[in-house]
């Protein structure tokens, strides 16, 4: 396996930067520098700029990577789920605080966060000296603060509940550093609570689309990791075509206008859609092989369409049909995005590789939180290309799902008893076996998270029994996984093996089902079996972080040092935040220790 993976496509697409998209991340390096020293020298910074201008993507991409390593980093947080629109009156305690602590803490269950607050989660907080015995700064962001605005109208008092909360952590935690960012049109409105914020040291800074000079580092700095080139003079002109805006003035006649600013998300369209029309044995692009520029969302649509079309084709589906499932599973009734669980059998109907291949072409993005795994839009401006792109208008869950989606929603937002009565009527009123299946699947899952095994074990034996008795592989194979995971968490890894081995031979070329069972043998303390499993998957799924960590601490275990020092590198390369890859860099450095020490 070589000591780094090929970068297959440089660009992100309409999508945010993360983390793990810094090595691609060009264009804002004095923008990083800035925004970075503000969030360190300040107890509260307010990033703010245009929709779209790529403020996620500078938080993500190029100020965390920059941030000093004696800080104390938390994940970034949103404080909306961004579920199907629904507010539930029960359930938790204050829903901005509640969406918050599922992005710092995603591990935790629904019922451990639903009542906390801000001034419990600091408290629960390890404290960490620096090398001189003093407080580490603490540096939370909040993604998107609009959401305090926009989201929950129903729950219009926990907007300034959670910004008392907010001033009060402030105020007890002086080592405490925030940083949010914030569209435009909503600063007024943020103006409002600022009084609750330590005025002294509040720091504004604004964000503004990309220069030209910038934009010419985003489109020529990713292809530095391909052996592709643009030909002299092209990214100028191409950059020149980019800046230019068409104005109508409402009577039919046009004017196009040059501007001194590129959209970033403009930019990242038109990169994606030339490059994937490229041959592969192309080597110098030219002009020829660029995109015909038109209006923005006409842009946006046709990337859209086009990379739906080649999932599509891929796994041999309708187009059209996969147009109208991503439309009624990731658009509210008002149009607004929303989200959708991996559930344990399938995603919202789906088997699990749709989702995945859509991800893949930066239309969907995954998180995890509250335990699980959810699929969103890759970016909120995709909601109005996902909701004109289906002829006829916008796709609609059959009502085989429809109670499946809102016992997601409800899930999503602490409203357990609720997602566990749409359960409940959905299977009353189901007449597929696939919506009988996904909803035991649900069911079970709600009971694993909350550790009442014996009826999650019920559950997935319902989903499972239906499942094998329609000769539904895709979703046997998931249930299967399901069934020994809990056999894991319930310390019975001999069982654990027996289901995962079922998984392996039922779908040999799923690599989640070999890391499954390398996770099983390694509980059963069989470090060599383990090892052979990791590896498997690793065969289907080179940039698998999940098992390129694993196999690097199993092999310190083996006392394989040498071969941990090169595994580490290749999981580094795939790290999806931070955190994940200080993990690493632990075990690399237990690795070079050793080497040093039998040297």
């Not at 004017?255 to 001194?260: F, R």
């Not at 088997?351 to 995954?366: C, I, S, W, Y």
């Not at 632990?586 to 040093?596: F, G, H, N, P, T």
């Amino acid at each position: 396996m070589p000591a780094s993976f090929p970068l297959d496509h440089p660009y992100v697409g309409p999508r945010p930067y993360s983390w793990a998209d810094r090595t691609q991340f060009y264009g804002r390096k004095h923008e990083n520098r800035r925004v970075r020293d503000l969030w360190e020298g300040s107890r509260f910074l307010v990033l703010h700029g245009p929709r779209g201008c790529g403020k996620s993507s500078l938080l993500a991409a190029g100020v965390m990577p920059a941030l000093n390593d004696s800080n104390v980093v938390l994940p970034i947080g949103r404080i909306s789920l961004g579920a199907g629109g629904v507010t539930p009156n029960h359930g938790i305690g204050n829903v901005h605080t509640f969406s918050l602590l599922s992005c710092w803490s995603p591990e935790q269950r629904p019922v451990e966060i639903q009542d906390m607050t801000l001034v419990d989660y600091f408290r629960n907080l390890p404290s960490s000296l620096d090398e001189y015995g003093e407080s580490r700064t603490v540096l939370a962001a909040i993604d998107q603060f609009e959401d305090l605005f926009t989201a929950y109208p129903g729950r219009s008092a926990d907007r300034v509940e959670f910004m008392d909360q907010l001033s009060t952590v402030m105020q007890e935690w002086p080592t405490l550093h925030v940083l949010v960012t914030l569209r435009d049109e909503f600063y007024a409105d943020f103006l409002a609570y600022e009084d609750k914020l330590p005025r002294l040291e509040l720091a504004r800074e604004r964000l503004l689309p990309l220069s030209a000079y910038g934009a010419v580092q985003a489109i020529t700095g990713p292809l530095g990791g391909t052996e592709r080139f643009l030909a002299p003079g092209l990214v100028e002109s191409f950059v020149a075509d980019l800046s230019s805006q068409r104005f109508s003035d409402g009577l039919g006649d046009s004017v196009t206008i040059s501007t001194d600013r590129v959209d970033p998300i403009r930019l990242q369209t038109a990169c994606s859609t030339y490059w994937t029309s490229l041959n592969s044995d192309l080597h110098q692009i030219e002009a020829g092989h660029l995109p015909a520029l038109s209006e923005p969302r006409e842009e946006l649509l046709a990337w859209y369409r086009a990379a739906v079309a080649r999932v599509a084709g891929r796994l041999d589906l309708s187009a059209h049909l996969l147009l109208a499932w991503v439309s009624a599973t990731f658009l509210a009734h008002d149009g607004r995005a929303r989200c959708a669980l991996e559930g344990p059998a399938a995603t919202r109907g789906m088997a699990h590789h749709v989702p995945a291949a859509l991800e893949r072409e930066n239309v969907l993005v995954a998180h995890h939180r509250l335990g699980s795994r959810w699929y969103g839009l890759a970016h909120a401006l995709l909601a109005e290309p996902v909701r004109v792109a289906l002829p006829g208008g916008c796709g609609d869950h059959p009502q085989t799902w429809r109670h499946l989606a809102a016992a997601e929603d409800a899930w999503s937002q602490g409203a357990a008893a609720a997602a566990r009565y749409q359960c409940t009527i959905g299977l009353k009123a189901a007449t597929e076996p696939m919506a009988v299946i996904d909803l035991h699947a649900l069911l079970g899952l709600m009971a694993d998270v909350d550790s009442d095994l014996p009826t999650a074990r019920s559950h997935y034996a319902e989903a499972l029994n239906v499942a094998k008795s329609t000769q539904d592989t895709a979703r046997t194979v998931n249930l299967a996984l399901a069934m020994g995971r809990l056999e894991r968490k319930a310390k019975q890894a001999a069982s654990a093996i027996a289901w995962h081995q079922q998984a392996v031979d039922l779908g040999p070329s799923d690599p989640r089902a070999f890391r499954e069972l390398g996770a099983s043998c390694y509980e059963a303390g069989d470090r060599r079996e383990a090892l052979e499993a990791y590896n498997a998957s690793l065969v289907l799924d080179a940039r698998s972080f999940e098992a390129l960590e694993a196999t690097t601490g199993l092999l310190i275990d083996l006392g394989c040092d040498r071969e941990a020092v090169e595994q580490a590198a290749r999981a580094l390369s795939v790290a999806p935040d931070p955190v994940a890859a200080a993990r690493i860099k632990e075990l690399r450095l237990v690795a070079q220790r050793r080497i040093s020490q039998g040297n």
